[in-house]
């Protein structure tokens, strides 16, 4: 969810993922390897630099319907 909800961001504001690794100070291999939906281990620290790269706060990233409606996932 974390990697369709940056995707839908960047779409939004109609940036790429390497304009949104420049405006995070993250390399583009990072952005590249969280855009990958099958991983499942993403600091909130790599996060938060996205999310300031887009100028949101997390609280305004992770609140979506989708996020509410997450299941807990077991291992």
Do not use: H, W
Not at 8 to 17: G, P, T, Y
Not at 26 to 53: H, L, Q, W
Request: hydrophobic share 35%; net charge negative.
């Amino acid at each position: 969810m974390v990697a369709k909800r940056f995707k839908q961001l960047c779409d939004e504001r109609k940036i790429k993922i390497n304009e949104l690794a420049n405006l995070s100070g993250v390399t583009p291999s990072t952005a590249y390897s969280m855009m990958d939906e099958n991983r499942r281990d993403i600091s909130i620290s790599t996060i938060k630099k996205f999310c300031d790269g887009l100028e949101i706060s997390l609280g305004e990233f992770f609140n979506t319907p989708e996020f509410d409606s997450l299941e807990q996932e077991i291992f």
